[in-house]
């Protein structure tokens, strides 16, 4: 972890909030005007990987929502906001923190019931996970135990901060902690593509999804930007629909106000993200794949999978001398990587 960012972290609990949030939005301002070229759009981050077939029953770009639950106050939330997405035909995952706040059983039950998936979203809310690798192996056991408690099969750090390369330590399937381009967060080096990708492990044999989300996080929109409709969240929408990825969006309901009240400090009205979900819904019906981030990691390894078998069977043509239509069937797929190093 950069040494700026483990200072602040050292810092952050002796900060009130209030000058937190001041800092950060003059930073934000700072950043964005040297950024204006990579975001909320990186033209980089377009190419799909070689060969790429499409999605599934041909539909023009997949959908994923998710929620990170950082606080108690949004975890208190969090089925108000199930209600709204399941009023409009929708279906997410929540990410939970399992030691910074209480965690009702009797939620996550309601949740999966409805159709909802599980994650988790590290073990405390802190930025300490990388200070040495014993400090994560450490965490990384009780990560896995709660990743075991509450079936899940995927994982997004706190802040984003990763280290790809440590979470072949979690028993996961995919992981979420990465983006196609967010100047603004602490670790802003970006994956750079719209799509998911394998991380494989050296010496290991382990291997997870790794899904960017795409559209900008909401606390960086409404709460540091403060934009005051859904514009940017539209523009990058088309952008992504239009180059054939993964419109993956992460919101909190920590900071979403449920009930039509004035806003607080850290409050944006809950319309906002109706909005976009009834525009995604109303224009661009039947051209999207929505699907629960599990979903969308099993379908990637399958298509993985499926894209090696193919990649024998053209060798063996090959060998034999019948490539005839085989090298032009466009089922070669590379859907190992396709990103910069992170």
């Given at each position: ?17 209030i000058?937190?949030?001041f800092?950060?939005r ?18 980089g981050?377009a ?46 995952s ?9 965690i ?14 599980i ?56 992981d979420a902690?990465?983006?196609d ?6 670790n802003?080096?970006g994956?750079r ?8 492990g050296?010496?290991t ?5 790794e ?11 409404f709460i540091l ?59 661009y019906?039947?051209?999207y ?13 399958q298509?993985a999978?499926d ?7 053209l ?5 034999e ?11 070669i ?6 990103t910069?190093?992170?």
């Open positions: 972890m950069k040494l700026r960012n483990r200072i602040f972290y050292t810092l952050k609990p002796f900060i009130p909030r000058m937190q949030l800092l950060r003059k930073l934000v301002q700072h950043q964005a005007e040297r950024c204006r070229d990579v975001w909320p759009i990186d033209e981050a190419a799909a990987p070689a060969g790429w077939t499409g999605w599934p029953e041909g539909k023009r770009f997949a959908l994923v929502l998710t929620h990170d639950v950082d606080t108690a106050r949004g975890f208190e939330r969090c089925l108000a906001l199930a209600d709204v997405e399941e009023r409009l035909g929708f279906r997410s929540f990410n939970f923190v399992p030691l910074r706040y209480t009702a059983e009797a939620v996550l039950a309601k949740l999966r019931e409805r159709g909802f998936e994650g988790v979203h590290g073990l405390y809310h802190d930025g300490k996970y990388y200070e040495s690798r014993d400090v994560f192996l450490e965490r990384a056991e009780k990560i896995n135990q709660y990743l075991k408690k509450w079936d899940c099969a995927g994982y997004r750090a706190p802040c984003m901060l990763h280290k790809l390369d440590w979470f072949h330590d979690l028993n996961i399937e995919y902690s990465t983006f381009t967010d100047p603004f967060e602490p802003a080096c994956a593509t719209i799509f998911p990708f394998m991380v494989t050296e010496g044999k382990h291997r997870y999804v899904m960017p989300y795409t559209l900008p996080q909401d606390f960086t929109l930007m403060r934009e005051q409709g859904i514009d940017v969240w539209r523009r990058k929408l088309e952008w992504v629909a239009s180059h054939g990825g993964v419109v993956l969006m992460n919101t909190h309901p920590d900071y979403m106000n449920m009930n039509g009240q004035a806003c607080g400090r850290e409050e944006y009205p809950v319309r906002y993200y109706e909005q976009i979900l009834r525009h995604i819904r109303d224009a019906q039947g051209q794949w929505h699907v629960l981030p599990r979903d969308l990691a099993r379908h990637w390894v298509a999978h894209a090696r078998r193919d990649a024998r069977t060798r063996m043509l090959v060998s001398g019948q490539t005839s239509g085989a090298a032009g069937s466009g089922r797929i590379n859907l190992e990587g396709g910069r190093p992170l």
